[in-house]
């Protein structure tokens, strides 16, 4: 398929069964259009459009994740026995960097989402440098709550 043809399929029909009652087959109507090298599937100009949701991954959350298990790593190896003195050697003030170490226990899945950049759209640094619970299913509750 060159770049400026599509594919076009017809109308919608109902699924129909295989005459052994093994399969099913549903046929859906799509056009294939190439648009910047990429296929993209469009929807029926009488339907809905569906638009998958854009990543938008927050350098400043997945860099103070990526501090905080580095920095974790940095005392649990004794390189830094602690967090005064990781913090001299870092340059940076005691206290951030303690409210910063407190990201490594986050959810897997919050810390997933958000290297993926798929993160609620109001969380940002400030509410997770806050107080969080322990548990993972009310650390979730309350990011989604914000």
């Known amino acids: 398929m060159t770049a400026q043809q599509n594919l076009i399929v017809g109308k919608s029909r109902r699924p129909t069964l295989s005459r052994d009652g093994r399969t099913i087959s549903v046929h859906i109507p799509i056009t294939l259009r190439h648009q910047g090298g990429r296929k993209q599937v469009v929807t029926p100009a009488d339907a809905a459009p569906w638009i998958p949701r854009a990543s938008r991954i927050d350098s400043t959350l997945v860099k103070a994740v990526v501090r905080a298990h580095r920095w974790r790593d940095m005392l649990e190896s004794g390189r830094h026995a ?13 206290s951030y960097l303690s409210r910063v170490l407190r990201l490594t226990l986050l959810a897997p899945a919050i810390i ?34 914000q």
């Open 112 to 145: 997933q989402s958000i290297l993926e950049g798929h993160q609620h759209a109001e969380l940002e640094l400030d509410g997770l440098l806050g107080p969080l619970p322990l548990n993972w299913a009310q650390q979730h509750a309350q990011l989604i709550a």
């Open 82 to 94: 602690t967090v005064r003195d990781l913090a001299k050697a870092e340059c940076i003030n005691e």
